[in-house]
């Protein structure tokens, strides 16, 4: 399966000045593209083919006097950018249609220089490569220093460059994974035992087999920190440079937060999958639960991402991966007997089965 390895890069000043000027390259000509379409939409016309906006916005651009800087970076990625567009509206009718699976999705929207994520890719063609030293090699933009915390487990197929909103560089590697070595990696599942994970707010999650996971509540805890980093963003001038310090702060909190989660969920959905042959969890409606007075809390957990984690590595390493129907009545029926003891209250937190007398959390 594939898979991205993301390492965190440090660039230099001048690498920095080429990445900002390749992250609004490939901006511009996205939003050309969406402009192309968008007005063959309005005339009634035949939306331009791939290969016309390659030639128009790109080639023929690159000649022009008011984008001849598009020359000024790698090709590849300006071709990225319009296959990014093709995926979007591609996305988009699919969605309209009801073929696509998961959440409805908008038409493509234009891109902003002032939009949290920036990013650009770079394909096998681009002739971007690792050098001897640990460095990545990227075109028309130098070597950049890579941290690398783990050894890349094959030869790495593209490479996306990300700019987050605290400022920080990236590089994702997709990666082809090998069966033989994940399977290798994790012992045998014939004589592990199943369990049932109930997810919840006072404790993360509740396992089947009576062990409680307390919830981190990174957020909460970090509410005091992001209060006061917020409270000097609104008190600066806007357009300054003490306002774009203040609002990297803000966006640095808030990246330490979401860090904190997702490190958090890593190691205990690998600890599950490594302990279990199989696992089975409820099919949560967060979206509807965000919506509630809970919802802060909701989004603190994070149980999306948790599951999604659960399921990819359930799947690399061959393990099974349940989600149990929301309507399923899984509080009212005793796991001993069988027994259904009928619906119960949120504030009843634990119950006795009438039958055989077993106690439930």
């Known amino acids: 399966m594939q898979l991205r390895y993301a390492f965190r890069l440090d660039p230099g000043p001048g690498q920095r000045v080429a990445l900002a000027r390749a992250f609004g390259c490939a901006r511009v ?8 379409r968008e007005r063959a939409r309005r005339e009634g016309a035949a939306f331009p083919s791939a290969g016309a906006l390659s030639r128009t916005l790109i080639t023929e651009a690159k000649r022009s006097p008011g984008r001849q800087w598009l020359s000024e970076v790698s090709a590849v990625i300006l071709q990225q950018a319009l296959r990014d567009v093709e995926r979007a509206y591609t996305n988009y009718f699919s969605s309209l249609k009801g073929s ?15 939009d949290a994520r920036q990013a650009i890719r770079f394909t096998a063609n681009a002739r971007w490569k690792i050098n001897e030293a640990g460095r990545l090699l990227l075109p028309k933009i130098g070597e950049v220093k890579v941290r690398w915390s783990r050894t890349l487990p094959s030869v790495p197929s593209s490479v996306t460059v990300i700019r987050d909103a605290a400022g920080r560089y990236f590089a994702s ?6 069966p033989d070595a994940d399977l290798a990696r994790m012992p045998e599942a014939d004589n592990l035992p199943s369990v049932g994970i109930d997810l919840g707010l006072t404790h993360f999650a509740v396992l089947s087999d009576g062990r409680v996971i307390d919830s981190p509540r990174f957020l909460r805890r970090a509410e005091k920190k992001l209060k006061k980093a917020q409270r000097e963003l609104s008190r600066k001038q806007k357009g300054s440079k003490n306002r774009e310090k203040a609002r990297l702060r803000v966006a640095r909190a808030h990246a330490q937060v979401a860090d904190a989660r997702r490190e958090f969920h890593h190691q205990l ?3 599950l ?40 590595k359930a799947q690399r390493y061959a ?16 796991s001993v007997c069988g027994v259904k003891d009928g619906p119960k209250p949120l504030h009843v937190r634990t119950w006795t089965c009438t039958h055989c007398g077993t106690v439930h959390d």
Request: proline fraction near 2%; charge should be positive; aromatic fraction near 10%.
């Open 29 to 36: 000509v996205y939003n050309d593209a969406v402009a192309a």
């Open 100 to 114: 696509r699976q998961g959440a409805r999705v908008g038409a493509p929207r234009f891109k902003s220089k002032r």
């Open 173 to 178: 590697f997709v990666i082809e994974t090998d």
């Open 319 to 334: 393990r099974v991966f349940v989600k149990v129907g929301r309507f399923e009545p899984t509080s009212q029926v005793c």
């Open 273 to 312: 999958i490594r302990e279990s042959q199989a696992v089975a969890v409820e099919d949560l409606a967060v979206t509807a639960l965000a919506r509630t007075r809970l919802g802060k809390s909701v989004h603190d957990a994070g149980w999306a991402q948790f599951l999604a984690m659960l399921e990819y």
């Open 269 to 271: 959905s690998t600890q």
